[in-house]
């Protein structure tokens, strides 16, 4: 009885080093026409930094900054609210069939936990898929040395709802072309896929290779809510993950939206004054977890010699 208590608190020891260690979080957030009116909204900007510096990588879609200012003030928000680490981020240009509406990919990054080490916009006249997307993905590479995986790759992605079950389907060459330029299997895709509801039809899954591929984690169960009106319930917002290592070194089950509303408890006409949508987010393993598990391992072993 008394030895395996003992080795039960060692066992936890070793879980409790996991857990401490697995706290690099990446997020992808459709932030519904974020732009100038939206910073100067002191509620809405000061609930953008809570949500947004939880992450250490944070997508950001639907960028709608005409005068290039919106994004910088954001920034300044996010530095006074979390002076602990410093944000900074990359962006994409202004994407979009029409000049009338076009959006950025942004992506809001913590300059002491990532740095970025590659980024590439994909072009949108490519031979096979001819102008495929409304928002070719801006594919950035981040190198985090205190996870387990050390780099990867993001590949983002807003879909135009009529056109989801293409644009998907468009994403899985995007992501053979990244694989082959950068050399590596470590590729997440994420963003507002639209993949469900009337966007997606059950009779079209099958069309759509990032779906029917091997080798691909869809890391948001089905059925989960990424949207914020009581009204609807869709799982828009998606991550994906490419390849069995990088599917190791995410934290198991730690893909979900979260529900700010709930969280800091808006109302719901408050919530969808920061967005209609959720962030969703996914948890990666810490390079110490590996070692903190065998810690845990060994005192175990060590407590059992010694009471045997
Ligand atoms: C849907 O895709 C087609 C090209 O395949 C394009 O011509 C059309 O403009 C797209 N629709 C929207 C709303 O982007």
New binding site residues.
Partial sequence: MKSSSLLLLSFLLGVCGVQGASSFRICAFNLHHFGESKVKKSNVVHTLARIITRCDVCLLQEVRDMKGKAVPQLLDHLNRYDPDHEYTSVASERLG?SSAYQEQYVFVYRTDTVSVTGQYQYPDDREGDV??F?REPFIVRFKAPKTDIKEFVLIPQHT?P??TT?ELDALYDVLQHVRKMWKTENVMLLGDFNADCGYLAKKNRKHVRLLTARNLYWLIPEKTDTTVRSSTSCTYDRIVVHGERFARSVVPTSAAPFNFQQAYRLSEDQALEVSDHYPVEVLLKGAADRVSLSVGTFLSLFVLKMLT
């Fill in positions: 069939r102008d495929a409304s135009t009529i056109n293409k």
